[in-house]
């Protein structure tokens, strides 16, 4: 159980820094193209270099986030391969909770 707790919170963190990688990345683009709307000439070039920088750092972090949720999916799939039924019960018990929740009326 400790082992399932430890994948969670390890997928929890990367999923937060990939969002909030993410994030940056889309606030950055945005000012970038902001700014990019009178020039010509030098100052586009350079918008354009940094905004190939910024597209440059946005691949490398999602490989980084990419090869971090390996391992994370390595165990997930260990243990579903490992506990065949344990999962498919968790799986129908999750499935009945969202269908009724979604089939409550308001």
Do not use: N
């Not at 400790?2 to 999923?15: P, Y």
């Not at 889309?26 to 700014?35: A, F, G, Q, T, Y």
């Not at 990419?66 to 391992?71: F, G, L, M």
């Amino acid at each position: 159980m400790a082992r399932k707790t430890t994948v969670q919170s390890d997928a929890e963190q990367i999923k937060d820094q990939a969002f909030s990688e993410l994030q940056a990345l889309i606030e950055e683009s945005e000012k970038l193209l902001s700014e990019s709307a009178a020039l010509v000439g030098e100052e586009a070039e350079t918008l354009r270099a940094q905004v190939g920088l910024k597209l440059k750092q946005a691949r490398d972090a999602v490989t980084g986030v990419r090869s971090k949720a390996q391992p994370v999916v390595e165990a997930t799939q260990d243990y579903i391969g490992g506990h065949p039924w344990q999962t498919v019960a968790i799986s129908a018990g999750f499935g009945l909770v969202v269908g009724l929740l979604l089939g409550r009326r308001p």
